[in-house]
């Protein structure tokens, strides 16, 4: 077996995630008095009174939401359906918690999602949508979707989202065909996550603000020559699991400058590719690699001048540390992270 220790550093998890931990699936404090509004089902405590806590509590509904609610956490319940005239005084929500429930697309009646104008965050994971509620308000910054069984999110879906940063589409169905144009002209886009589903390819039309594109566990063989020259900003690109082959890998695809992290483990590379002397952290466990090519990773070898590589994964590969050229020392200084086996 071959270890992930390192896999999941970075990215997202630093950047992204954190400032949410506070209130994801936290359910509020029990002694907390409610606000007297407050749905019966609910708690809408008194020094938080724009916010109702309705998770963990096995609804089937969504409970009337009273006026002046801003934040609304119905994650962990049973429900199954949207009914019009729950949130008819919130039109001015911002945050939308779902996560963990049984919703159908076709049980989002008309006039509730839709209406949310304000709407920032929309948190959605580990439901049964099979398309993106639809129109989503041009307000929001992250949305979440992961765990559903989307097969469409049709191109216009997130037209003039100026503030949207975050995307997470992992665990999905979604098609290369079914995403096409999706993220077009997204100016503040900074994370897509795109893994499990059932991508050919990389998606095209990403913006390029883009920090961090994950698309593991997907069917892709190829990556389009200058598909990361368009993304000047691009730091984490995750292809674990997918079908890359050295003929879909066009020389000097990955030799950008921005990159700090380039995952293609479990994928059936024959030879390193070649990478830009500032990537930090290069996983390529678990492919077909049968030579250590150096000049893949430094392209020069003086004294002063050495890559930035610190990790570099190489197990479950056919390649040993007597696969080293002996001069790799000068230009991998900075590698406290070599692993064969
Ligand atoms: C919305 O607010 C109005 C005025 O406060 C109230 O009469 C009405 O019952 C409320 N509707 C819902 C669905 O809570
Ligand atoms: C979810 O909904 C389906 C019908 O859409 C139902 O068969 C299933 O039992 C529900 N699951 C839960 C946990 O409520
Ligand atoms: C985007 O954010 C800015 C700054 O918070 C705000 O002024 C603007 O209205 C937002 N855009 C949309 C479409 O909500
Ligand atoms: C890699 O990119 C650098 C600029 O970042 C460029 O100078 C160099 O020629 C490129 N190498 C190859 C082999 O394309
Ligand atoms: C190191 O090498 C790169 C690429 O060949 C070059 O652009 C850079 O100027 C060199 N830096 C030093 C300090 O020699
Ligand atoms: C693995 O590497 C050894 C030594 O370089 C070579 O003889 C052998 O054919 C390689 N095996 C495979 C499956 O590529």
């Known amino acids: ?26 359910p509020a404090p029990q002694s907390v008095p409610s606000t007297p509004n407050c749905a019966q089902e609910c708690e809408c405590p008194i020094n938080f009174p724009t916010a109702m806590y309705c998770n963990d509590r096995n609804l089937k509904f969504v409970p009337i939401v009273p006026t002046g609610i801003k934040y609304l956490y119905l994650q962990n319940n049973l429900i199954e359906e949207i009914k019009s005239g729950v949130f008819d005084n919130v039109t001015d929500l911002r945050w939308l918690v779902l996560d963990n429930n049984n919703i159908t697309s076709d049980k989002i009646q008309a006039g509730t999602i839709d209406k949310l104008g304000s709407l920032e965050k929309l948190l959605f994971s580990n439901n049964k949508l099979s398309k993106p509620p639809s129109p989503l308000s041009k307000s929001l910054d992250e949305l979440k979707f992961i765990g559903n069984q989307l097969t469409s999110f049709p191109s216009g879906t997130l037209s003039s989202m100026e503030n949207l940063t975050s995307i997470h589409l992992a665990k999905n169905r979604l098609t290369s065909e079914s ?12 994370l897509l996550d795109v893994s499990e589903n059932k991508l050919k390819k990389l998606p095209s039309g990403v913006p390029p603000s883009l920090l961090m594109l994950y698309a593991d566990n997907n069917e892709i063989e190829s990556i389009p020559s200058g598909y990361l020259a368009k993304l000047p900003e691009l730091q984490y690109l995750r292809v674990s699991h997918n079908k890359l082959v050295d003929s879909g890998i066009p020389a000097g695809v990955f030799n950008v400058s921005s990159l700090l992290e380039l ?29 250590f090519d150096l000049e893949s990773i430094c392209k020069f070898t003086s004294p002063v001048n050495y890559s930035k590589l610190k990790t570099l994964r190489l197990d479950g590969n056919n390649v040993t540390q007597s696969s080293m050229p002996v001069d790799s020392s000068n230009c991998l200084r900075q590698a406290s992270e070599i692993i064969f086996d």
């Open 263 to 291: 995952d293609l483990s479990f994928n059936r590379l024959q030879s390193i590719p070649e990478v830009n002397e500032g990537l930090e952290h290069l996983y390529l466990q678990v492919n077909q690699i049968n030579k």
């Open 1 to 26: 077996m071959f270890p992930l220790r390192f896999l999941l550093f970075g990215g997202l998890v630093s950047l992204c995630v954190c400032q949410y931990y506070d209130y994801d699936y936290g």
């Open 179 to 190: 995403i096409a144009g999706a993220f077009k002209g997204l100016k503040s886009l900074m």
